[in-house]
């Protein structure tokens, strides 16, 4: 909402971990970018087949992650981080930033910027060898052109397939994503779009609760308690924002974004996993057969500046709102017993509900092209924000007082 500010010049608690930082440190997913702040915690382990957080204590699903300052047009499941300039991250209530959050999170927000072409071309391909046998190539492509460099493309590929830390966990991780602009003096347009994918197969890994008085000891950590359980996700999206300078001090701007993001076939873990002082635990197994989450997501308003007397004055009038459907059909199966040592492979659930009018696909177990709506949300937001300078003077010494230090 306030645009493009330094930091220090930003009344929010904000902290900015770029592209160079996740290149270097070779953070695959944002989970591994905020393990670098203090404030933030995993509410899903490393191998879990979704990424939640806690800012401050405070619940921030993976579902309220902002993209270019948008809600609901985030990857769901992973998100990958070749695609992103950097990862702001706000501490505290940020509805005046960025609106209302999907879900209601009020420890914080978590914004994810893109990858724009710089003035300067950049062609790089990068591979990687991870864990025990999986393989990966990022490829990141960025042009400028026109008669003084008014267009931009960047262009960012990734492929990533094999084992994982895990016991017998497989996973393929696939992202194309195209990031256009153009820039005039006045005039300042972009579009990005992306598709991602990710299939796992052979479990996720949950946290669990302990009865009584104590606690067991831990597993190994390449421990796999959900063999035999897969999941496959998929996002499209496609985001149009743009700035156009009215006057001098006066900007108008605008953005609409679309995400189509579908799963299916994966295990959200065991209900109620209580595990006593000697790793045992009984409970169902929860299955989500299918799902999706279809989001049209606007934001716009007016920036400027004036000044009254003495201050300077920074508004700003913004709306934006956030539409989406959603379908989530769950599959339990019978209790069973297992130990963290020693697990044993999960009953399956039994499979969906047939649906009239639906189209199944063999190659992609539970997969629905038409699955049912079982929820619709819309939130709406309007803001206004007055940021007040007061323009302090230097103080010049007289001639009588100048010294050769001043």
């Known amino acids: 909402m306030l645009g493009n500010r330094d930091f220090m ?42 990424e939640n957080f806690r800012i401050r204590g405070f619940p921030v699903l993976g579902s309220e992650l902002a993209l270019n300052g948008m809600y609901g047009l985030a990857p769901d499941g992973h998100v990958p981080t070749e ?12 509805a005046l930033l960025n609106g209302m959050a999907p879900f209601g999170a009020v420890g914080g927000s978590i914004n994810l910027v893109t990858k724009h072409a710089g003035d300067a071309p950049i062609t790089s391909v990068s591979t990687d060898y991870t864990s025990s046998s999986q393989f990966g190539t990022h ?36 992202l194309n994503a195209l990031a256009l602009d153009f820039r005039e003096e006045r005039v300042r347009l972009s579009i990005d779009a992306y598709h991602s994918q990710e299939i796992f197969k052979n479990g996720s890994a949950f946290f669990a609760s302990f009865s009584g008085i104590g606690v067991a000891a831990a597993p190994s ?10 999941a496959r996700f998929e996002n499209a999206a496609i985001e149009a924002r743009g700035e156009l300078d009215v006057a001098e001090n006066v900007t108008v701007f605008a953005g609409i974004g679309f995400l189509d993001s579908r ?4 295990t959200n873990g065991t209900q109620a996993p209580s595990v006593n002082l000697l790793g045992n635990f009984t409970g169902p197994r929860i299955v989500n057969l299918r799902g999706y989450t279809n989001t049209l997501s606007t934001q716009g308003g ?25 379908s989530s059909e769950f599959g339990f199966s019978g209790s069973y017993r297992s130990n963290i040592y020693l697990p044993v492979v999960p009953p399956q659930a039994p499979p ?30 309007l803001a206004f924000a007055d940021t007040i300078f007061l323009p302090w003077g230097r103080c010049e010494p007289s001639s009588e007082t100048r010294h050769e230090s001043d």
């Not at 900015?16 to 944002?30: D, G, K, P």
């Not at 695609?83 to 940020?94: A, N, S, T, W, Y």
């Open 221 to 230: 950590a390449t421990k796999n308690l959900f063999i035999g359980s897969n």
């Open 302 to 326: 007016i920036r400027g500046q004036l000044d009254t007397g003495p201050l300077r004055h920074q508004f700003v009038l913004s709306a934006s709102a956030l539409k989406f459907s959603q």
């Open 263 to 266: 799963n299916f076939g994966f």
């Open 9 to 50: 010049d930003t009344p929010f608690n904000v902290t900015s971990y770029t592209s160079a930082l996740i290149e270097n440190q070779q953070a695959r997913t944002l989970q591994q970018v905020l393990e670098n702040d203090p404030s933030v915690r995993m509410s899903t382990s490393a191998g879990h087949i979704r």
């Open 139 to 174: 490829i990141d492509v960025g042009r400028r052109g026109g008669d003084h460099n008014q267009f931009g493309l960047r262009y960012n590929g990734v492929y990533r397939s094999g084992g994982t830390a895990l016991d017998e966990q497989w996973k393929v991780r696939g």
């Open 352 to 381: 969906p509900p047939v649906v009239p009018n639906t189209a199944f696909n063999p190659s992609r177990p539970y997969f629905v092209t038409d699955p049912r709506k079982t929820g619709e949300t819309y939130l709406a937001s």
């Open 83 to 94: 695609f992103l300039e950097r990862v702001e991250v706000l501490k505290g209530p940020g």
